[in-house]
């Protein structure tokens, strides 16, 4: 079975809204398989984690993963919450008293204009098409405020202020996660260009065994997931509808829309690969898992300093190091000495 075949079936049994106790069991041993075979995962890193880590060694502090504020990501869909939730009928109704509002004091409505402005608002409240609602919102309001804007110019307005608030609102969602990505392989020059300043930094290698033994603050391996890669949005988008439609949902079906949401990226970053850590953390920016690297990679264009500050915490901690070669007859990595 094909890595795409593995996690679609992986994705079915986790987070499908059908699933089951028995079928998040079959899920976590078809990761642990899927693992198993990789046996390493390994993880891209820039010339500042070298800094960072030096300056841990000197503080007396152990080696340990560094995970990443979403915020920090490079693609601008990771994490990203599709703009769906104005189809709520609580944001209905606030979003019509803000325009009835609107009508009455731009308009300097009369008690008997006010009244008929209301009970064509509370009627377009009854239309289920969201679409056909949103556009009687701004035709009522031209009724009543004689404005040089056309409605397209208030429509286009009001999303833009909605999208800043709902940008807004999600970074403060944001504040407390945690996220790691690995990749499959350690030889990828797109990884190591986009990942490890251009080759100057480092790949930090973990034995995916270590997984089943670590116990930090809950199972670590629950944490883990395979990345899926799709050609649009549409999947996701239309199970944020049902949270935005209030279709009656369990607290675990909204939290596995939730996590499929950040596990879910464009076919576009398909060659990384990616394995994610995904989880809260409290009141920090970074925090950081006692998940030490078994092997080093040191990138083909590291600087000699960092290349040697490497090499003498390694050696201090039994962590092998190698540098990574071009190969002679091929565009391709390879591990050297």
């Given at each position: 079975?094909?890595?795409?075949?593995?996690?679609?079936?992986?994705?079915?049994?986790?987070?499908?809204?059908?699933?089951?106790?028995?079928?998040?069991?079959?899920?976590?041993?078809?990761?642990?398989?899927?693992?198993?075979?990789?046996?390493?995962?390994?993880?891209?890193?820039?010339?500042?984690?070298?800094?960072?880590?030096?300056?841990?060694?000197?503080?007396?502090?152990?080696?340990?993963?560094?995970?990443?504020?979403?915020?920090?990501?490079?693609?601008?869909?990771?994490?990203?919450?599709?703009?769906?939730?104005?189809?709520?009928?609580?944001?209905?109704?606030?979003?019509?008293?803000?325009?009835?509002?609107?009508?009455?004091?731009?308009?300097?409505?009369?008690?008997?204009?006010?009244?008929?402005c209301c009970?064509?608002?509370?009627?377009?409240?009854?239309?289920?098409?969201?679409?056909?609602?949103?556009?009687?919102?701004?035709?009522?309001?031209?009724?009543?405020?004689?404005?040089?804007?056309?409605?397209?110019?208030?429509?286009?307005?009001?999303?833009?202020?909605?999208?800043?608030?709902?940008?807004?609102?999600?970074?403060?969602?944001?504040?407390?996660?945690?996220i790691a990505?690995?990749?499959?392989?350690?030889?990828?020059?797109?990884?190591?260009?986009?990942?490890?300043?251009?080759?100057?930094?480092?790949?930090?290698?973990?034995?995916?065994?270590?997984?089943?033994?670590?116990?930090?603050?809950?199972?670590?391996?629950?944490?883990?997931?395979?990345?899926?890669?799709?050609?649009?949005?549409s999947e996701?988008?239309?199970?944020?509808?049902?949270?935005?439609?209030?279709?009656?949902?369990?607290?675990?079906?909204?939290?596995?829309?939730?996590?499929?949401?950040?596990?879910?990226?464009?076919?576009?970053?398909?060659?990384?690969?990616?394995?994610?850590?995904?989880?809260?953390?409290?009141?920090?920016?970074?925090?950081?898992?006692?998940?030490?690297?078994?092997?080093?990679?040191?990138?083909?264009?590291?600087?000699?300093?960092?290349?040697?500050?490497?090499?003498?915490?390694?050696?201090?901690?039994?962590?092998?190091?190698?540098?990574?070669?071009?190969?002679?007859?091929?565009?391709?990595?390879?591990?050297?000495?």
């Amino acid at each position: 079975m094909s890595r795409k075949e593995d996690v679609e079936k992986y994705f079915k049994l986790q987070f499908g809204f059908d699933t089951t106790y028995e079928k998040r069991e079959d899920a976590k041993y078809l990761k642990i398989r899927m693992l198993s075979d990789l046996r390493y995962i390994y993880r891209y890193r820039g010339v500042g984690e070298i800094e960072r880590l030096v300056s841990c060694i000197k503080k007396g502090q152990l080696i340990e993963m560094r995970l990443s504020h979403p915020s920090n990501l490079n693609d601008p869909y990771d994490t990203w919450i599709p703009f769906v939730y104005l189809k709520t009928k609580e944001n209905r109704r606030e979003v019509t008293r803000y325009y009835y509002k609107v009508a009455c004091e731009e308009g300097n409505l009369d008690s008997v204009k006010s009244k008929e402005c209301c009970d064509k608002y509370r009627l377009n409240l009854e239309i289920s098409d969201f679409d056909e609602w949103f556009d009687n919102i701004f035709e009522i309001l031209l009724e009543y405020w004689k404005t040089q804007q056309t409605k397209e110019e208030l429509k286009n307005g009001h999303i833009q202020i909605m999208r800043e608030g709902h940008q807004k609102s999600w970074r403060k969602e944001q504040e407390n996660f945690g996220i790691a990505s690995f990749s499959e392989g350690c030889d990828s020059l797109l990884m190591w260009g986009h990942y490890a300043d251009s080759h100057k930094g480092v790949c930090f290698v973990y034995d995916v065994v270590d997984l089943f033994l670590i116990r930090e603050m809950k199972d670590i391996l629950d944490w883990i997931h395979p990345v899926r890669y799709v050609p649009d949005t549409s999947e996701i988008l239309s199970e944020w509808e049902k949270i935005a439609t209030g279709q009656e949902l369990t607290d675990a079906q909204k939290e596995d829309i939730f996590k499929k949401t950040l596990l879910t990226k464009s076919l576009d970053w398909e060659y990384e690969n990616e394995w994610r850590f995904a989880f809260r953390f409290p009141d920090a920016e970074y925090q950081s898992l006692p998940w030490a690297p078994c092997r080093i990679y040191l990138g083909v264009n590291i600087d000699a300093k960092n290349e040697e500050a490497i090499r003498k915490i390694a050696d201090e901690r039994n962590i092998s190091v190698n540098k990574m070669q071009l190969s002679d007859d091929q565009y391709k990595l390879i591990v050297g000495d």
